[in-house]
């Protein structure tokens, strides 16, 4: 037995060396590949230093609020060997079929995980069909199924959706593409993935299961909970009580976002307040569940999209500066907080057979009758949503 492993562990090593060559003629030419004689695993995996397999960044236990529960992955425990191995697949354009394409691409640490595009740019000019997404605390929420209309059951089986789609990645096995069977044996021959899927999992197979499940360790790993938000929230026991580090505006910003809207017979809000937590309750700003539909149905390209009910954590919608991180719905309706909050303040049913009822009281088109001053406060409160450390943490930064 012990001759076999020792067989079996040089072959590996051989393999990587090979393949660890090739890399350092393709990645550096000027060190003349003399870093390939360097000794297995130190040579392939290091990522100039970015990443450390004796010493791993922290995804594991990083402080979670005590007054945040919502949870769609419950029993998950995030490992920092997995996510580690999931933060170099995001980022790593080898996963689309022309090597210009990551995750990271459509989902820009910079920008809290998304992008400035209305619709982005994947390989060979492909334009995705709706907006990009957020990738902020996706694990706190009720919500367990993914993308703008839900059709992914859970994160994991949306993991590899976008390396299989013809115009994000491109392995689609469609229109002469490879299929996602070639990026397996793609990555397969790359030396450092056989170093990381051997650290993470003992050998060096790469497979779709595996390959889901470090995506998803890295991806449930994002968290965001620096913000002005949390600061105030901390110092009381809920979120209605005023809180001390808030402006008057952002206090009533939070009260108008919580409260419920009391509408007379013809759909006008006489009472109340703008009725956000519906949908997006704190302290997760998760998307409830049973949304349908916010009155938001235009398509990329023309024709109608009513099938969206799903939206990103309101949290680092924007930066704690104010600035967008991209525009706004899945169809880039806009960077300014006030074409949103103008959007609710007077829904439109025209062409919707998907209207959140919520958005239609007594079967009429919700107007809210914001006053200007009422706008303010509501986008002066969504702005204390945005954190600081999502976007500059290395442990979320590319590796490459
Ligand atoms: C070409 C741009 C592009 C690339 C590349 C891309 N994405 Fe996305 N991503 C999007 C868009 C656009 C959506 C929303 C699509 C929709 O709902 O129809 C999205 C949605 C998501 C969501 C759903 C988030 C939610 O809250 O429901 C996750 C998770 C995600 N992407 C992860 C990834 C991962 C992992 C990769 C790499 C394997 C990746 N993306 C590659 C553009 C991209
Ligand atoms: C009936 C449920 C519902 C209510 C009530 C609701 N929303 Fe939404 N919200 C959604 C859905 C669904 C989306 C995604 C829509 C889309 O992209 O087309 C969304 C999207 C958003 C977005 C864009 C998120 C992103 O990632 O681009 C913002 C901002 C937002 N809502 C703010 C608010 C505010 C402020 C209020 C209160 C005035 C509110 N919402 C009330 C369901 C709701």
Redesign the pocket.
């Known amino acids: 037995m012990p001759f076999m492993i020792a067989t079996t562990t040089r072959f590996v090593a051989a393999g990587a060396l090979i393949c660890c060559s090739l890399l350092a003629c393709k990645k550096d030419a000027t060190t003349s590949g003399s870093s390939s004689t360097e000794t297995y695993p130190s040579v392939a995996a290091t990522f100039a230093g970015r990443i450390n397999l004796a010493n791993l960044d922290n995804y594991a236990g990083q402080t979670v609020p005590a007054y945040i529960s919502k949870n769609n992955a419950p029993g998950f425990a995030i490992s920092n060997a997995k996510a580690t191995l999931g933060r170099v697949?995001?980022y790593d354009k080898q996963?689309?079929i022309d090597n210009s394409?990551?995750?990271g691409?459509?989902?820009q640490q910079s920008l809290a995980f998304s992008?400035t595009f209305m619709?982005?740019?994947?390989v060979e000019n492909?334009r995705?069909?709706?907006?990009?997404?957020?990738?902020i605390n996706?694990r706190f929420g009720n919500e367990a199924?993914?993308?703008?209309?839900?059709?992914?059951a859970n994160?994991e089986a949306?993991?590899?959706?976008?390396?299989k789609?013809h115009?994000?990645?491109g392995f689609s096995g469609s229109s002469g593409r490879p299929a996602f069977s070639s990026l397996i044996s793609k990555l397969q021959a790359l030396a450092y993935y056989q170093e990381l899927f051997k650290f993470v999992y003992g050998d060096a197979t790469v497979s779709e299961m595996r390959i889901q499940e470090a995506?998803s360790h890295f991806?449930r790993s994002i968290q965001s909970f620096d913000s002005k938000y949390d600061a105030g929230r901390s110092q009381v026991p809920n979120d209605a009580q005023p809180f001390p580090n808030f402006t008057a505006l952002e206090n009533q910003g939070k009260q108008l976002f919580l409260q419920p809207p009391v509408f007379n017979p013809n759909g006008v809000r006489t009472a109340g307040g703008a009725g956000c937590q519906g949908c997006h309750a704190a302290p997760e700003f998760d998307i409830d569940p049973n949304s349908r539909n916010n009155g938001v149905i235009g398509k990329i390209g023309g024709g109608n999209d009513v099938a969206?009910t799903?939206s990103?954590s309101l949290r680092d919608v924007v930066k704690a500066d104010g600035t967008a991180n991209g525009p706004f719905m899945?169809i880039g309706l806009s960077n300014q907080l006030m074409t949103v909050i103008d959007h609710y303040n007077s829904i439109n049913t025209a062409g919707n057979n998907n209207l959140d009822p919520r958005l239609m009281p007594g079967g009429q088109p919700q107007q809210l009758q914001l006053t200007a001053n009422e706008k303010n406060a509501l986008v002066a409160f969504i702005r204390t949503l945005g954190g600081n450390d999502v976007y500059t943490n290395a442990r979320w930064s590319s590796p490459f």
């Not at 199924?145 to 992914?152: G, H, I, L, S, Y």
């Open positions: 697949l995001f996963l689309s394409i990551s995750c691409s459509c989902h992008d619709a982005s740019k994947g492909g995705t069909a709706r907006h990009s997404m957020r990738l996706v199924k993914f993308f703008w209309d839900e059709r992914a994160l949306q993991t590899t959706q976008p390396i789609d115009a994000e990645m995506l991806i969206v799903r990103p899945h």
